[in-house]
């Protein structure tokens, strides 16, 4: 260790030849905002220098393309992608992210600590930086029944455990504000450490109490005016632009040369084919260049600016004794990634991996779908009052509109009303075989025919199905349980396809292309249903997430979360 590192001192000084330079580059200084052209000296995987070296092992000639740190993903949850870890890096290096911080609470939820474990393990042999936020809320509510519960004990085992930076979302928002002891044990737990936040809608003395706890981030900011009371009051703001949740363009103002150090780019939920289509983090650095803000501020936002908060040392810039993490780019109002290396590696050119996939460090979780057996008269929902809460679903946003309205009854029944879209949404659990299901209705999905069916339901991923007949939404479950976790579109009594998600139910063992391929077709399905959402399936998988306002369905029953309770 020490030799190398006076070895790295002594290529910094010119005394001996790099292991590699990037010569004619232009290099992007996210601590000045400026550009520079120099050459680029890297020795043992990390920066030895920027000037004029010529001495190496090999020479790459940049011809005065631009040079990068590699970027950083300050908040995101791998799962969503539907990749197994490896697929997951081959599409994200190849966009030029590098490091990722992610708590893993979705696989966690359904399959516990170790879950952890393989995801952690197997991601060693893979070009990327993974970070673990230790998840805060397994599950995430009381109004849910969830796979797994972390207790205080194997929290604390987790934040001692190398590699793990801090505490994972604290999405129990009430539970802190309200202070609830076994929520405040798990922030004391963390002191001293990172403590992710997620406080959708919470303002006022309310956000006070949140803050005062410790928490000094949020992802979940939607308006300009929340975001800027969230900032004023010392959190760092995550500016998400993910596939459901898409908030870049309403809080980008809030980016000035006043307040930029306090903000970072994120994307926390990203499909599999977004990731493929149109990218990752690049993708967000792209559009915020194409809004209007400035490029090195652009990249400053994906890069330092998350290292620093995180405390994510010798991360996110190019200097000498920085990791060698760095993305090459033709163009930086295009921003596309030619060129990725990882330590000093070159690990991907011209959007495509060139590293090795399906390397796996211990047992996958599978055969995770436990449902106790019913029949389709339990998806019956009893008449109640004329008119009853709906959940209507927010284009682009991941909160939803608490309604009420008049609903279609026959026979003492509500059924789906297609004319009005007012469909019938169900959450079936799917853990313990408890006979659980939730049945409610939801406005916004604009199906005329058949159902939408998944296990992928944030946070405890239960089954949820939103569909037009019960006879094609009991249909669906049942395939959903013979395949052990997947998407699924019914239509006419007929399963027209479906995604097999047999890895915690959340995550496909199949190629990236072939995973794109197959949920491309399932979407392309369900518009010719009748949905006219872009991601129908990923929006479907928020109805079930009881910690973002206003109404959700779980296995328990409708919740209303503003007042955080069952509705009766």
Not at 313 to 325: D, E, F, T
Not at 336 to 352: Q, S
Request: aromatic share 4%; glycine share 10%.
């Amino acid at each position: 260790m020490t030799s190398g590192l006076a070895n790295l001192i002594s290529v910094a000084k010119g005394e001996c030849p790099a292991d590699l330079v990037l010569s004619n580059a232009r290099v992007v200084n996210v601590f000045n905002g400026e550009v520079e052209v120099g050459n680029v000296a890297i020795y043992g995987g990390m920066i030895a220098g920027i000037g004029d070296y010529r001495e190496a092992g090999q020479i790459i000639d940049l011809e005065g393309r631009y040079l990068a740190p590699g970027l950083i993903n300050g908040h995101t949850h791998i799962e969503s992608s539907m990749l197994d870890i490896d697929q997951y890096a081959r599409v994200v290096v190849a966009r030029g992210t590098l490091a990722v911080i992610t708590d893993l609470h979705e696989l966690t939820n359904v399959c516990g600590i170790g879950a952890i474990r393989y995801i952690l393990n197997s991601a060693r042999r893979l070009p990327l930086e993974l970070f673990l936020t230790a998840p805060s809320c397994v599950p995430a509510t009381r109004f849910e029944t969830s796979g797994a519960c972390l207790e205080a004990d194997e929290l604390k085992r987790i934040l001692g455990w190398k590699g793990v930076i801090g505490l994972g979302e604290m999405m129990n928002f009430p539970g802190v504000i309200g202070g609830d002891s076994s929520i405040l044990k798990k922030i004391n737990m963390a002191k001293g450490k990172i403590i992710d936040g997620h406080a959708p809608s919470v303002r006022d003395k309310d956000l006070a109490a949140y803050i005062a706890a410790g928490i000094y981030s949020d992802h979940e900011s939607v308006s300009l005016e929340e975001a800027g009371e969230k900032l004023k009051r010392g959190m760092h703001i995550m500016i998400r632009e993910g596939s459901s949740e898409k908030n870049l363009e309403a809080l980008l103002p809030l980016v000035t040369d006043k307040t930029y150090k306090r903000c970072l780019f994120v994307v926390d939920d990203r499909s599999c084919a977004d990731l493929l289509r149109d990218g990752d983090m690049d993708a967000v650095v792209r559009k915020a260049i194409k809004l209007g803000l400035e490029p090195v501020q652009a990249i400053q936002l994906a890069t330092l600016n998350a290292a620093e908060y995180f405390g994510l040392g010798r991360l996110g810039a190019i200097a000498p004794g920085y990791i060698a993490n760095l993305i090459v780019v033709d163009d930086l109002s295009e921003f596309n990634i030619g060129m990725a290396f990882y330590h000093g590696k070159l690990v991907a050119e011209e959007g495509k991996a060139l590293f090795e996939a399906g390397r796996y460090m211990g047992k996958k979780p599978v055969n995770m779908v436990n449902i106790k057996p019913f029949d389709i008269g339990a998806l019956k929902l009893a008449a109640g009052k004329e008119a009853e809460p709906v959940i209507e679903v927010v284009p682009g946003q991941i909160i939803t509109k608490k309604r009420v309205v008049k609903k279609k009854i026959r026979d003492g029944v509500v059924v789906p009303d297609t004319e009005n879209d007012i469909l019938k949404l169900v959450v079936v659990e799917r853990h313990r075989a408890s006979g659980n299901i939730g049945i409610g209705t939801v406005k916004g999905f604009g199906l005329k025919r058949g159902a939408l069916v998944s296990s992928v339901a944030h946070d405890s991923h239960n089954i949820i199905a939103v569909g037009t007949d019960d006879g094609d939404i009991y249909t669906g479950i049942q395939e959903v349980e013979r395949l052990q976790g997947g998407l699924v579109v019914v239509g006419g009594g007929k399963v027209l396809a479906s995604l097999a998600l047999p890895i915690g139910g959340l995550l496909s063992d199949q190629p990236l292309e072939d995973v794109v391929a197959q949920l491309e077709k399932l979407e392309s399905l369900a518009a010719e249903l009748g949905s006219r959402l872009p991601s129908p399936f990923a929006t479907l998988s928020f109805l079930a997430l009881p910690v973002i306002p206003e109404l959700r369905l779980t296995d328990l029953g409708l919740v209303d979360v503003n007042q955080f309770k069952l509705i009766e």
